[in-house]
């Protein structure tokens, strides 16, 4: 089987042999000669691969645009005593990287942004990561509380509820998040039930 | 345009078989074991689980450059799963006003490197579900012709389970069961308390070693990534790449079916012509038997394919039946927030990869107002956060008091939220039924008159509706399930389905345990097949996959698929000592 797939990249025209079945031939002038090969990493196929590749070496956000996404996500997740700040691990090259890979994303991003700007130079005449801390915050209360939120900002509460998500995966997938997290598995380990003191805390045995 | 060149491999070995999942696994291994020459033909890629080519197994979320989420694979960055409800170039349709949905998986163990294991037998009544109710069809076998090959599947592959002596939900010989998780314990109490049974799974991980070949379970949660270890089983580790240890078995990889050759004069099978799908080129192979195992609809598609003079209607399919009494397994979810979870004690509970406790089926049908039962699965505890993690907090910290005892307003931001994140970790459960659907003759496959994929195959077309009875039965899912998270204590998440909705059952296919579209049968007028899986109109011409199965009870089909393989494998052995075939 190896061997199978490192015949799959020796093609049989450049060995010279095209002429020995067309079909062949055609099928290999099928691949365009200027792909740049990409290093596939373990666990991935290679359709994977290159489109990782192609995403990661393109733009989406401006880089006022992706100050304002790293703002905000620290106000949704900032640094505490347990661990640092949403920016810190990284979220905002997710939020990036994720509106590439998922391009439905793109539009409820940049436009919301936009929205938040658009409100904030009304209100202040500044862009949001211009403005002042204590605006921005007083731009959030605004719609951060989807219950309580005026009627008039609803599209912003829509924003910051796809803001706040996402700060939150990329934050707690991160190294940092999973150890404030406390996930404390993905190691090989000898499985035995809960420990005991947690069963006591929860009035169980363990045999239910 | 010249006419494809079709290349005559001169080679007649004697089996050849398509597919290399359950179904063509274990016919691979059996057959070859038995000193048969078998080609393999696989549409996929090769795979081995413990080659780090392959490997995702531990990997982190932050590996993945978008944390797990399914972009690319339906269940994930990291599943394995190549292939998914989409394959470029190999589309497939719906008849308007219907819908299926189907997965595919091409590699070698095709849908058996990232399945859930969950390994159920099929009870005495699952077999004679027309007798008992009058709906649906009979098999033409009953579990004593399948008990003794349960057996042998447990021995060989491994399963772990507990003996509870249940009527309909036959005992295996069991390896020990993994202990319940914190919210596994709770759910068997609760269920005590309102006489809904909670018993341990019954899952293909090896939880002890049962051979050299073979490690056993590391507990880490992560099977539908493929294990390294073979400590679960994948068709590709377990029985393809031993079969070709054996040195009887060409494997082809790369090898896409296109048809099923026949002779025209015998009206036997040949062989198989494929499409080598790296080079497009046309390919045959010549086999004294063919074995289709290319998954139910795949099987379907083939045979439908397999046109000639003598065979107008496709191969096999004198009955007209090739296609039809398509079914697959209803399903219906359910979420709950579980407040004494909260504020949880942090320690490793990923446990194997899956439930470690379910509900099998528990009520009469016959006092019920549908016909046939379901399980329920189980989800939850402190896992690794994945894509996702996080998202919808709006729609529940607003519902719970904080560490102060007091209720604060939903959403929010700052240190408060990101301590809410804490709290709720492995607070949540979730349920999910998977139940028994009638086959009807009105739920096919058929061939797209309009379209091929890629390779120039003609493609699939479906019809598929669920009835009444489908939709009653998840009525009563999602009954139980509120039932199920009251007496937990729990707070169901997001509003209960209802008839809008057809209390959430999930559209037909996405269970993926579809079965039926080549059936089993005594009467050749409305059966595809003999009770031996052989083609009732090609003598050498065998299904071992789940397209054979009349029905499917309200068990996940696998076990089953394992186990007629073997059964027809020893037949086909018998069949060729006694120069039948
Ligand atoms: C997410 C998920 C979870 C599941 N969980 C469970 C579970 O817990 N328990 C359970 O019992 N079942 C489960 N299943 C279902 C289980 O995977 C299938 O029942 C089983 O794999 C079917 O085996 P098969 O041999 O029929 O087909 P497959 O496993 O699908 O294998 C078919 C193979 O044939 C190949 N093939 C297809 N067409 C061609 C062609 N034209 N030429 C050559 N090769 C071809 C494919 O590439 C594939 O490798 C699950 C499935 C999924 C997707
Ligand atoms: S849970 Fe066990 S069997 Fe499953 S992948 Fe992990 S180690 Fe292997």
Same mark, same amino acid.
């Not at chain 1, 290093?39 to 992706?66: C, N, S, V, Y």
């Given at each position: 089987m190896k061997r199978r797939d490192s015949l799959k990249t020796i093609?049989?025209?450049?060995?010279?042999?095209?002429?020995?079945?067309?079909? *062949?031939?055609?099928?290999?002038?099928?691949?365009?000669?200027?792909?740049?090969?990409?290093?596939i990493p373990g666990g991935r196929q290679k359709f994977e691969a290159?489109?990782?590749?192609?995403?990661?070496?393109?733009?989406?956000?401006?880089?006022?645009?992706?100050?304002?996404?790293?703002?905000?996500?620290?106000?949704?997740?900032?640094?505490?005593?347990? %661990?640092? %700040?949403? %920016?810190?691990?990284?979220?905002?090259?997710?939020?990036?990287?994720?509106?590439?890979?998922?391009?439905?994303?793109?539009?409820?991003?940049?436009?919301?942004?936009?929205?938040?700007?658009?409100?904030?130079?009304?209100?202040?005449?500044?862009?949001?990561?211009?403005?002042?801390?204590?605006?921005?915050?007083?731009?959030?209360?605004? *719609?951060?509380?989807?219950?309580?939120?005026?009627?008039?900002?609803?599209?912003?509460?829509?924003?910051?509820?796809?803001?706040?998500?996402?700060?939150?995966?990329?934050?707690?997938?991160?190294?940092?998040? *999973?150890?404030?997290?406390?996930?404390?598995?993905?190691?090989?380990?000898?499985?035995?039930?809960?420990?005991?003191?947690?069963?006591?805390?929860?009035?169980?045995?363990?045999?239910? | 345009?010249?006419?494809?060149?079709?290349?005559?491999?001169?080679?007649?070995?004697?089996?050849?078989?398509?597919?290399?999942?359950?179904?063509?696994?274990?016919?691979?291994?059996?057959?070859?074991?038995?000193?048969?020459?078998?080609?393999?033909?696989?549409?996929?890629?090769?795979?081995?689980?413990? +080659?780090?080519?392959? &490997?995702?197994?531990?990997?982190?979320?932050?590996?993945?450059?978008?944390?797990?989420?399914?972009?690319?694979?339906?269940?994930?960055?990291?599943?394995?799963?190549?292939? !998914?409800?989409?394959?470029?170039?190999?589309?497939?349709?719906?008849?308007?006003?219907?819908?299926?949905?189907?997965?595919?998986?091409?590699?070698?163990?095709?849908?058996?490197?990232?399945?859930?294991?969950?390994?159920?037998?099929?009870?005495?009544? +699952?077999?004679?579900?027309?007798?008992?109710?009058? &709906?649906?069809?009979?098999?033409?076998?009953?579990?004593?012709?399948?008990?003794?090959?349960?057996?042998?599947?447990?021995?060989?592959?491994?399963?772990?389970?507990?003996?509870? !002596?249940?009527?309909?939900?036959?005992?295996?010989?069991?390896?020990?069961?993994?202990?319940?998780?914190?919210?596994?314990?709770?759910?068997?109490?609760?269920?005590?308390?309102?006489?809904?049974?909670?018993?341990?799974?019954?899952?293909? &991980?090896?939880?002890?070693?049962?051979?050299?070949?073979?490690?056993?379970?590391?507990?880490?949660?992560?099977?539908?990534?493929?294990?390294?270890?073979?400590?679960?089983?994948?068709?590709?580790?377990?029985?393809?790449?031993?079969?070709?240890?054996?040195?009887?078995?060409?494997?082809?990889?790369?090898? =896409?079916?296109?048809?099923?050759?026949?002779?025209?004069?015998?009206?036997?099978?040949?062989?198989?012509?494929?499409?080598?799908?790296?080079?497009?080129?046309?390919?045959?192979?010549?086999?004294?038997?063919?074995?289709?195992?290319?998954?139910?609809?795949?099987?379907?598609?083939?045979?439908?394919?397999?046109?000639?003079?003598?065979?107008?209607?496709?191969?096999?399919?004198?009955?007209?039946?090739?296609?039809?009494?398509?079914?697959?397994?209803?399903?219906?979810?359910?979420?709950?927030?579980?407040?004494?979870?909260?504020?949880?004690?942090?320690?490793?509970?990923?446990?194997?990869?899956?439930?470690?406790?379910?509900?099998?089926?528990?009520?009469?049908?016959?006092?019920?107002?549908?016909?046939?039962?379901?399980?329920?699965?189980?989800?939850? !505890?402190?896992?690794?956060?994945?894509?996702?993690?996080?998202?919808?907090?709006?729609g529940l910290n607003g519902k719970v008091a904080g560490r102060d005892?007091? =209720?604060?307003?939903?959403?929010?931001?700052?240190?408060?939220?990101?301590?809410?994140?804490?709290?709720?970790?492995?607070?949540? @459960?979730?349920?999910?039924?998977?139940?028994?659907?009638?086959?009807?003759?009105?739920?096919?496959?058929?061939?797209?008159?309009?379209?091929?994929?890629?390779?120039?195959?003609?493609?699939?077309?479906?019809?598929?509706?669920?009835?009444?009875?489908?939709?009653?039965?998840?009525?009563?899912?999602?009954?139980?399930?509120?039932? @199920? @998270?009251?007496?937990?204590?729990?707070?169901? =998440?997001?509003?209960?389905?209802?008839?809008?909705?057809?209390?959430?059952?999930?559209?037909?296919?996405? &269970?993926?345990?579809?079965?039926?579209?080549?059936?089993?049968?005594?009467?050749?007028?409305?059966?595809?097949?003999?009770?031996?899986?052989?083609?009732?109109?090609?003598?050498?011409?065998?299904?071992?996959?789940?397209?054979?199965?009349?029905?499917?009870?309200?068990?996940?089909?696998?076990?089953?698929?394992?186990?007629?393989?073997?059964?027809?494998? +020893?037949?086909?052995?018998?069949?060729?000592?006694?120069?039948?075939?």
């Amino acid at each position: 089987m190896k061997r199978r797939d490192s015949l799959k990249t020796i093609t049989l025209s450049s060995l010279g042999l095209a002429g020995l079945n067309p079909q *062949i031939a055609a099928a290999e002038t099928l691949t365009p000669p200027d792909v740049k090969p990409v290093k596939i990493p373990g666990g991935r196929q290679k359709f994977e691969a290159e489109r990782d590749a192609k995403l990661m070496a393109e733009k989406f956000f401006t880089p006022q645009e992706l100050q304002t996404l790293t703002v905000l996500s620290d106000i949704i997740i900032p640094a505490d005593s347990r %661990s640092g %700040s949403a %920016s810190q691990a990284g979220v905002p090259a997710f939020i990036e990287f994720m509106v590439k890979d998922q391009p439905r994303l793109q539009t409820p991003f940049r436009g919301g942004l936009r929205w938040l700007d658009n409100q904030m130079v009304k209100r202040y005449g500044k862009k949001f990561a211009e403005c002042l801390k204590a605006q921005q915050i007083e731009m959030v209360e605004l *719609i951060a509380y989807p219950e309580k939120a005026t009627p008039e900002v609803s599209q912003g509460v829509s924003f910051f509820n796809l803001m706040r998500g996402f700060t939150a995966t990329g934050f707690f997938t991160s190294q940092m998040g *999973i150890k404030d997290i406390g996930y404390m598995g993905n190691t090989p380990n000898q499985w035995e039930g809960p420990p005991a003191d947690v069963l006591k805390q929860y009035g169980l045995t363990g045999n239910e | 345009m010249d006419i494809p060149q079709i290349k005559k491999a001169p080679k007649v070995y004697d089996v050849a078989i398509i597919g290399s999942g359950a179904g063509g696994g274990m016919a691979a291994y059996q057959l070859s074991k038995a000193g048969a020459n078998v080609v393999l033909l696989e549409a996929g890629g090769y795979y081995d689980p413990a +080659d780090p080519k392959y &490997i995702t197994q531990l990997k982190w979320p932050y590996e993945s450059p978008r944390r797990g989420a399914g972009t690319t694979r339906a269940f994930g960055d990291f599943d394995a799963a190549y292939g !998914g409800w989409e394959i470029e170039g190999e589309p497939y349709s719906a008849v308007k006003g219907t819908e299926f949905h189907w997965f595919r998986s091409r590699m070698l163990g095709g849908r058996t490197n990232h399945w859930g294991r969950i390994s159920l037998r099929f009870g005495p009544d +699952d077999f004679k579900r027309k007798s008992m109710t009058g &709906i649906g069809e009979d098999w033409p076998l009953g579990y004593d012709d399948f008990a003794p090959y349960y057996d042998k599947v447990d021995k060989l592959i491994g399963v772990f389970g507990s003996k509870e !002596g249940l009527k309909n939900e036959p005992d295996g010989i069991f390896l020990p069961p993994p202990k319940p998780r914190l919210h596994e314990l709770m759910l068997k109490k609760a269920g005590k308390n309102i006489g809904i049974p909670v018993i341990p799974s019954r899952l293909s &991980i090896l939880t002890k070693t049962i051979n050299n070949e073979r490690g056993a379970c590391f507990y880490c949660a992560q099977c539908g990534r493929g294990c390294q270890a073979y400590a679960d089983f994948s068709s590709s580790s377990v029985l393809c790449i031993p079969a070709v240890k054996t040195g009887k078995v060409t494997l082809i990889n790369n090898a =896409m079916a296109r048809e099923v050759l026949t002779d025209a004069k015998t009206g036997l099978s040949t062989g198989v012509s494929y499409v080598d799908t790296v080079s497009m080129t046309e390919q045959t192979v010549q086999a004294k038997v063919v074995v289709l195992a290319a998954s139910t609809c795949e099987t379907a598609r083939l045979l439908l394919n397999s046109k000639s003079a003598r065979f107008p209607n496709g191969l096999a399919n004198s009955s007209g039946v090739v296609g039809k009494y398509l079914n697959d397994s209803t399903g219906a979810s359910r979420g709950a927030f579980i407040p004494a979870l909260m504020d949880r004690k942090r320690y490793n509970e990923d446990g194997v990869g899956g439930m470690h406790v379910f509900t099998p089926w528990w009520l009469d049908n016959s006092k019920l107002d549908f016909p046939r039962g379901y399980h329920i699965e189980y989800g939850g !505890g402190m896992g690794m956060p994945m894509y996702g993690f996080g998202m919808g907090i709006e729609g529940l910290n607003g519902k719970v008091a904080g560490r102060d005892g007091k =209720m604060k307003p939903a959403g929010g931001y700052g240190a408060g939220l990101k301590d809410d994140y804490r709290r709720f970790y492995g607070a949540y @459960i979730g349920m999910a039924g998977r139940g028994e659907p009638v086959p009807l003759e009105s739920n096919y496959c058929e061939i797209d008159p309009n379209t091929v994929d890629k390779y120039g195959i003609p493609t699939l077309r479906f019809n598929y509706k669920w009835s009444d009875a489908e939709v009653k039965q998840a009525k009563h899912m999602q009954d139980t399930f509120e039932e @199920i @998270i009251h007496a937990l204590g729990g707070m169901p =998440m997001g509003n209960k389905p209802g008839p809008e909705n057809n209390y959430g059952l999930e559209a037909p296919g996405k &269970i993926i345990h579809e079965v039926g579209t080549a059936r089993m049968g005594s009467d050749p007028k409305n059966s595809v097949l003999n009770k031996y899986s052989q083609a009732h109109d090609v003598k050498n011409l065998f299904v071992v996959d789940a397209a054979a199965f009349p029905s499917q009870g309200d068990k996940n089909v696998t076990w089953t698929i394992l186990a007629n393989s073997w059964r027809v494998s +020893d037949y086909i052995i018998d069949q060729v000592k006694q120069k039948n075939i």
